[in-house]
T-cell receptor, first 116, second 112 residues
Framework: GAVVSQHPSRVICKSGTSVKIECRSLDFQATTMFWYRQFPKQSLMLMATSNEGSKATYEQGVEKDKFLINHASLTLSTLTVTSAHPEDSSFYIC????????????FGPGTRLTVT | KQEVTQIPAALSVPEGENLVLNCSFTDSAIYNLQWFRQDPGKGLTSLLLIQSSQREQTSGRLNASLDKSSGRSTLYIAASQPGDSATYLCAVRPRNTGKLIFGQGTTLQVKP
């Protein structure tokens, strides 16, 4: 149980375009989802916390107009990287906390974004 | 501000050795601490979760301890195998928040 999926697993886009990444909890309802970014050989940095039906809370230094987060249902959150630039190239990972087990986060497999 | 540090950054050992990975955190007001494994280019696999009221957790060859008062946790791996080669991440969950704060990780290589 507690499976989180991400789609796509890899995406290459041109500079200036927008990319949407989906995060789904497959077998549980997630009231809260988290989005992390990981640069090569670095650890995970939290970007934002999203709660179902409300606006996301962004960490300091993360541009909310650039990284749009939507958490429209208890099983789906999306991250849209708008007007992507090469410096946005990174590994994006989502995690979800269940309604019955908020103590542990379950992580998706990640999405590798490359902006050319 | 909570900060998480992992030492060493990298470790290379021969197969069969027992080893210890260290994690320290600056603020003892945590809800729990988790150890994860990450293979290159992949997501995270949760290994062990220790609640703040617990001292240790065990799963197979893995044992994680927590000393909240001193801000330390260790991950002990017994009889290491080449398949244990990966990056190990420690993360704490501060009280009153669901988010995790990660350390930089320890990259482990177990040589056959």
């Amino acid at each position: 149980g507690a499976v989180v999926s991400q789609h796509p697993s890899r995406v290459i886009c041109k500079s200036g375009t927008s990319v949407k990444i989906e995060c789904r909890s497959l077998d549980f309802q997630a009231t809260t989802m988290f989005w992390y970014r990981q640069f090569p050989k670095q650890s995970l940095m939290l970007m934002a916390t999203s709660n179902e039906g409300s606006k996301a809370t962004y960490e300091q230094g993360v541009e909310k107009d650039k990284f749009l987060i939507n958490h429209a249902s208890l099983t789906l959150s999306t991250l849209t990287v708008t007007s992507a630039h090469p410096e946005d190239s990174s590994f994006y990972i989502c995690s979800a906390g269940g309604t019955t087990s908020p103590y542990e986060q379950y992580f998706g497999p990640g999405t590798r974004l490359t902006v050319t | 501000k909570q900060e998480v540090t992992q030492i060493p950054a990298a470790l290379s050992v021969p197969e069969g050795e027992n080893l210890v990975l260290n994690c320290s955190f600056t603020d003892s007001a945590i809800y729990n601490l988790q150890w994860f494994r990450q293979d290159p280019g992949k997501g995270l696999t949760s290994l062990l979760l220790i609640q703040s009221s617990q001292r240790e957790q065990t799963s197979g060859r893995l044992n994680a301890s927590l000393d909240k008062s001193s801000g330390r946790s260790t991950l002990y791996i017994a009889a290491s195998q080449p398949g244990d080669s990966a990056t190990y991440l420690c993360a704490v969950r501060p009280r009153n928040t669901g988010k995790l704060i990660f350390g930089q990780g320890t990259t482990l290589q177990v040589k056959p």
